[in-house]
């Protein structure tokens, strides 16, 4: 096993008026690459405050982050920046879809950002989409596509930089339960092929479809 990423100690608050409001504890935990796990806690236990930080999206106030390697809490905003677009694919859980775009539009996005030309954008989106099982709707606007098709749309679109780390944020929150199923199966299917899957949930049960679930409660993390 090889070590992807290690949290230690890490705090995390909020200015509050004239007070602090502390919202992680002295969170350690660490992965592996090629690990697919759940971070599981209630509503305001401190979830998307940990997944902004694993995410580079957000600076800790004390601890340590390492990403692959990179010290991330010696990085700056700039920096955070371009760390995240190299190495993190995000899902949410209302998909975030260009409504305007097609699917195909929507997953070449990332690549044209990077440089890419057009045409080798849409070779690797192509790719993408075909992995996710959408190929039949490439040319499908979000609202002409079903809840679980849009979030498999942007899957696809996370996938196709082929990020080391695919962070998700409640992603079958916004679905039936057969829908939520089926993201859940392509989850297992992309980490049985190397992808390394970090999920944010409420749901007990969406969390023991993974294969490690760590517990967070008022802003503490468990095993
Ligand atoms: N930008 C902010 N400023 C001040 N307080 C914040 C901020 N963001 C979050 N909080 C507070 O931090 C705590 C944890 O919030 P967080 O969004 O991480 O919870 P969560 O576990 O993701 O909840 P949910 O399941 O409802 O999404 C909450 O008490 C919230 O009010
Ligand atoms: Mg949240």
């Not at 504890?25 to 979830?47: A, C, H, M, Q, R």
């Not at 190299?86 to 699917?103: D, E, M």
């Not at 606007?141 to 979030?151: A, D």
């Amino acid at each position: 096993m090889e070590r992807f990423l290690t949290l230690e100690k890490v705090n995390k608050s909020y200015a509050m008026g004239q007070e602090r409001l502390h919202v992680l504890k002295d969170v350690s935990f660490g992965v592996e690459k090629g690990e697919y796990l759940t971070i599981l806690g209630p509503s305001g236990s401190g979830k998307s405050t940990l997944m902004n930080i694993i995410g580079c999206m957000d600076t800790l106030d004390s601890g340590t982050y390492e990403l692959d390697g990179e010290a991330v809490q010696e990085y700056g905003d700039n920096e955070l920046t371009l760390l995240r677009n190299r190495k993190i694919g995000f899902i949410f859980q209302k998909y975030h879809l260009i409504p305007q775009y097609t699917a195909l539009q929507n997953v070449i996005m990332p690549l044209l950002l990077r440089g890419l030309s057009r045409s080798e954008a849409i070779c690797e989106a192509e790719e993408s989409i075909r992995l996710v099982g959408l190929w039949d709707r490439i040319t499908h606007r979000p609202n002409e596509l079903s809840g679980g098709q849009q979030q498999r749309v942007a899957i696809a679109r996370a996938l196709v930089t082929k990020p080391a780390l695919l962070l998700a944020d409640e992603p079958t929150g916004a679905l039936d339960s057969a829908t939520g199923k089926e993201i859940l199966k392509l989850f297992q299917k992309l980490n049985d092929t190397g992808n390394t899957i970090i999920m944010i949930s409420h749901d007990v049960n969406v969390a023991q479809s993974s294969r490690r679930i760590l517990t967070i409660s008022d802003g503490r993390l468990e095993e």
